[in-house]
């Protein structure tokens, strides 16, 4: 383990390819898609001061924020890929979708996936997140 930082927030944007697929994503004047984030593995025990999931009609923005000096996010700087769980994302596929495939993307940009430590002149210091996701069948 990394003992150098506390990673205080995590954030990560994750963009749909044929988001017509997913249940609520075609309102364009109210995105509601059917998308929620469960954590799990190094967020798994963890309690955020702060959680938020914005739906777009193409995207989900989700971030949470935690006590650094209680609920640090631990990580491992060897962790080999595809690195630690964050957590699961459940997507539910509309009805009238037809076969074929949804494309799931992480934004690369730091705007959209970073996350925030202690490292940086003792305050926060952004780093880029992974530029993708791997996916597993119940």
Do not use: W
Not at 40 to 66: C, D, E, M, Q, W
Not at 80 to 88: A, Q, T
Not at 112 to 133: K, V
């Amino acid at each position: 383990m990394d003992q150098g930082g506390r990673i205080q927030s995590i954030q990560f944007t994750v963009l749909f390819g044929a988001s017509t697929k997913i249940t609520g994503c075609g309102l364009q004047t109210l995105p509601n898609c059917s998308v929620s984030f469960a954590p799990a593995g190094v967020l798994g025990n963890l309690h955020p001061t702060s959680a938020t999931l914005v739906k777009g009609t193409s995207s989900v923005k989700i971030r949470y924020t935690f006590n650094d000096s209680t609920d640090s996010i631990p990580y491992n700087l060897d962790t080999p890929k595809p690195g630690d769980l964050i957590g699961f994302l459940s997507i539910g596929v509309a009805g009238s979708a037809t076969d074929g495939t949804i494309s799931l993307a992480i934004d690369p940009t730091p705007e959209a996936t970073s996350f925030e430590d202690n490292l940086l002149t003792g305050t926060s210091g952004r780093r880029s997140g992974a530029e993708s996701i791997r996916l597993t069948a119940p």
